[in-house]
């Protein structure tokens, strides 16, 4: 992280990434006077930025052998989520650096650990890399596992180390807004009061409206919702979150959701909800079957 003493020169970059303006973050990256440990964390920035756009070839050629260690992490990072079939051999590279003491530690390449350990659901070895924390982006992802793991009591811990460490950052204010998500009831509402800032504050992303849309379902307002998930379309017509949502959305209000659920199935075959839908249609054969 950037020494607290100078400015932070990363502040806006690492904010477009965080909310999820990604192409923002990589068309303002180029910024002077940067030391040699801010240029590695921008390189990583970008790349992930690009990543998150689903051009993961592009990363995997731009980094090269001898790019800095973190900058590789985000390769390996690229090279998972682009080849599903290879993620086996992907995964035996991560836990080679991972157990080499001289680079095993750095943050990048414990959030890249944590990050693809999330991805296959094996959250205690996710936790392994990632729970010691030390930077931002590491007590956020645990906030993110243990959701996942349904232990809102330990999100919560993590959350108040990020807000004891600063209340106004960008992934706190996201943490806690996961977290008001993930325990529901009253605190749906202080969840869609964040996205709402964050929507006046700054310029609308997906990510943004998504969370909005996400807290109207969870208040009954579908129309709302749909409404919020239609820009978000807009802005990108294959993210995975915006067609899971709006299949969900389609089904309360009457409409069909075959369409953004086939996008899906063709852009995101690997996402939960395409596997849930493959899973109950499977269920559902079996029955047809034994009634046959």
Excluded at 9 to 38: K, M, T, V, W
Aim: aromatic share 8%; hydrophobic share 40%; net charge negative.
């Amino acid at each position: 992280m950037a020494s607290m003493a100078g400015p932070d020169h990363l502040f806006n970059l690492r904010n477009h990434f965080y909310l999820g303006a990604y192409q923002a973050a990589i068309n303002n990256s180029e910024i002077p006077n940067l030391s040699q440990e801010d240029i590695v964390e921008r390189d990583c920035l970008v790349h992930r930025a690009y990543i998150a756009l689903g051009s993961y070839q592009l990363v995997i050629s731009e980094i090269d052998e001898a790019a800095a260690t973190p900058l590789q992490a985000v390769k390996l990072l690229a090279m998972y989520l682009a080849s599903p079939g290879n993620k086996e051999s992907t995964i035996s590279s991560l836990r080679e650096w991972l157990a080499d003491p001289t680079v095993g530690n750095n943050a990048i390449i414990r959030l890249i650990a944590g990050t693809i350990f999330m991805h296959e659901e094996d959250y205690n070895e996710a936790l392994k890399h990632t729970h010691s924390g030390g930077t931002m982006d590491l007590h956020a992802l645990n906030v993110q596992i243990f959701i996942k793991m349904h232990r809102s009591d330990y999100a919560e811990k993590q959350l108040r180390v990020m807000q004891q460490i600063d209340e106004d950052h960008t992934l706190t204010q996201l943490a806690s807004a996961w977290l008001n998500l993930a325990v529901g009831g009253s605190k749906i509402q202080e969840a869609y009061l964040i996205f709402q800032d964050f929507s006046e504050k700054y310029p609308m992303t997906s990510l943004i409206l998504n969370g909005k849309a996400v807290c109207c379902m969870h208040m009954g307002n579908f129309e709302e919702a749909e409404t919020l998930l239609l820009e978000a379309l807009n802005k990108d017509a294959k993210d995975p979150e915006t067609l899971a949502n709006l299949v969900v959305c389609s089904l309360h209000v009457g409409k069909s959701s075959s369409r953004y659920l086939n996008q899906l199935k063709l852009s995101h075959p690997e996402h939960v909800l395409v596997k849930r839908v493959a899973s109950a249609e499977d269920n559902f054969e079996r029955a047809l079957q034994s009634f046959a």
